[in-house]
C-alpha cells in the first residue's frame, strides 16, 4: 500500500510559480514511479510528468521547460515545481504511484492522492 497526500495548489497569475509536494508512505514507496498527472474542467486526466526510483524523469510536451518534477527519498516526498504558468495550466493535480512497469508517458498508476487544484489566471 502507498498513500498519498498532494499539498501547494492554490490561484496564481500567469507567469508565476508554484510547487506542489507530494508526501508518500508505505513499505514500496522507494522503489514505486512517481508521477503526477492533472484534470482540467471537462477535460479527462493527462500525464504531466514522472521519475523512477532511479532517477528517469518524462514530461509531457506541454510542460517540458517550465515543469521540474524531483524525489526526496529521504523524506519520500515527490515535487512538482511549476514556472512560468499559463492558464491552460489550470487543473486539479494529482499525485500517483505505481510499483507496475513504467516507461515515459506509459503510467499505469495503482495509487493516488486526493488532488489539489492549481489555477491560473490571466
Known amino acids: 500500500q502507498v498513500h498519498l497526500v498532494e499539498s501547494g495548489g492554490g490561484v496564481v497569475q500567469a507567469g508565476g510559480s508554484l510547487r506542489l509536494s507530494c508526501a508518500a508512505s508505505?513499505?514500496?514507496?522507494?522503489?514505486?514511479?512517481m508521477g503526477w498527472f492533472r484534470q482540467a474542467p471537462g477535460k479527462e486526466r493527462e500525464f504531466v510528468a514522472s521519475?523512477?526510483?532511479?532517477?528517469?524523469?518524462y514530461y509531457v510536451d506541454s510542460v517540458k521547460g517550465r515543469f521540474t518534477i524531483s524525489r526526496d527519498n529521504t523524506k519520500s516526498t515527490v515535487f512538482l515545481q511549476m514556472n512560468s504558468l499559463k492558464p491552460e495550466d489550470t487543473a486539479v493535480y494529482y499525485c500517483?504511484?505505481?510499483?507496475?512497469?513504467?516507461?515515459?508517458?506509459?503510467?499505469?498508476?495503482?495509487?493516488w492522492g486526493q488532488g489539489t487544484l492549481v489555477t491560473v489566471s490571466s
Open positions: 500517483a504511484a505505481t510499483l507496475a512497469y513504467s516507461v515515459g508517458s506509459y503510467f499505469p498508476a495503482e495509487y
Open positions: 508505505g513499505r514500496t514507496v522507494s522503489s514505486a514511479t
Open positions: 521519475v523512477t526510483s532511479s532517477g528517469s524523469i
